[in-house]
């Protein structure tokens, strides 16, 4: 049996999609090619290209008034598309931001190049929540305390943040902020497809690829079709959402095989039973992880119960001299990946679509033998 897979990104993929693309790697449906060796504009690759596309948006429900991207560069370069494609409307040049960890500070530090640029929340100081001293980025702002400019080109969150662990499972209707006109824009990257979306409050979704949804490589934009065409001048041709959408993702060579990986993801989804199925299992699997560290004296996770991300775990040993033997033991019982990020420290278990109950079960039993053994 492989081991278990618990690394944040790239991560652990469905043992069944890698077998189909082992099986298939030298010569794709017999036509003698793999896909790796196609031409992107080929009829082969353009059905691969064109289930992925029509697979996503029946996996997630995405309305007509939305385009599907398939673009490159990670979650990191679409820190400057975004406000390459987006901030220009409206001619103010202004975007707001909020600040929960990592990934939306990078977010943001990287759109000040582009404008004028605000915070309108931020979880980087401590606070009191329900009795609980909470320190900073281990909490999400309630989103009625979002305070976007009216005025603003968009409003940017990141819904996941997958090196502190915070999920934010509400998105607020945006006429709720006194904002009506101002579009959410969401870096979805480490809870893409792990549950629905409702796109009805949404200007923007996008994901890197190598989280939850296949390899490295293919960076997913899904964008509001009013949205796009009006990219700065300065935005590189290959980065501006209506070239893209008007090439039909291949205004340049697409990252061919991670969007055929992609695709079999999709396709091995919607066997799942689809987005709700999936979405069902991982609060059962969270519920069942978080609820053994809150019952253990050994093991802690500090972040705001309300904002617990279902996808990534971080967690302490109460006695951190303890973590080297916590990690070997882990590796020799085909546990993987369970070092926390070199910011945070720690533990962590990023559990996936494609991490299995009995992944997380394992988890758990080794969790309580190695307390029994040194709690
Ligand atoms: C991983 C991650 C990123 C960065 O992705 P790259 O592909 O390395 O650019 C950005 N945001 C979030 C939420 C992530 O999880």
Redesign the pocket.
């Known amino acids: 049996m492989r081991p278990w897979n618990f690394s ?2 790239p991560s652990a993929l469905p043992l069944e999609v890698l077998e189909q693309a082992a099986a298939e790697l030298t010569d794709w449906h017999g036509c003698g090619m793999s896909v790796m060796e196609m031409s992107h504009r080929g009829k082969q690759f353009t059905q691969i290209c064109t289930e992925a596309l029509v697979d996503l948006r029946e996996l997630l429900a995405v309305p007509d008034a939305f385009e599907i991207l398939f673009m490159q ?7 400057a598309i975004v406000p390459m494609n987006l901030i220009g409307r409206g001619g103010l040049n202004k975007a707001d931001y909020v600040l929960t960890g990592i ?1 939306s500070n ?2 943001h530090k990287e759109a000040q190049r582009y404008g004028d640029v605000a915070v309108a929340a931020s979880s980087g100081t401590q606070v009191v929540i329900d009795g609980q001293t909470q320190e900073p980025w281990t909490w999400y702002p309630s989103a009625s305390d979002w305070k976007p400019r009216p005025d603003t080109a968009y409003l940017h969150i ?1 819904s ?4 502190g662990g915070l999920e934010c499972a509400d998105w607020p209707d945006m006429a709720s902020l006194g904002a009506p006109e101002v579009p959410l824009v969401v ?4 809870h893409f497809l792990s549950r629905s979306i409702d796109f009805g409050k949404v200007g923007m979704v996008y994901a ?1 690829a ?2 939850n949804a296949g390899p ?1 490589g293919l ?1 997913i934009v899904i964008v509001r079709k009013s949205l796009i065409g009006h990219a700065l001048p300065g935005c590189p041709s290959a980065f501006d959402y209506a070239n893209v959408a008007a090439a039909g993702s291949m205004f340049n060579t697409p990252p061919t095989y991670a969007i055929y990986m992609a695709g079999l993801v999709f396709k091995w989804l919607k066997k799942q039973g689809g987005i709700a199925a999936v979405e069902k299992a991982n609060i059962a699997k969270s519920r069942a992880l978080y609820d053994y560290l809150d019952g253990s004296d050994l093991y802690v996770n500090r972040i705001q119960p309300a904002a617990r991300s279902r996808m990534n775990v971080p967690f302490f040993l109460r006695d951190e001299s303890l973590n080297s033997a916590f990690l070997e033991g882990a590796e020799a019982a085909g546990l993987l990946q369970l070092k926390g990020h070199k910011s945070v420290g720690g533990m962590r278990a990023s559990i996936y679509n494609a991490v299995p109950p009995e992944a997380v079960q394992a988890l758990i039993t080794y969790l309580q033998d190695f307390e029994r053994r040194h709690g």
């Open positions: 944040a990104g560069g990670g979650a990191t370069a679409e820190n990934w990078k977010s990141c996941n943040e997958t090196i870096d979805a990257s480490s890197g190598q989280k490295a960076t």
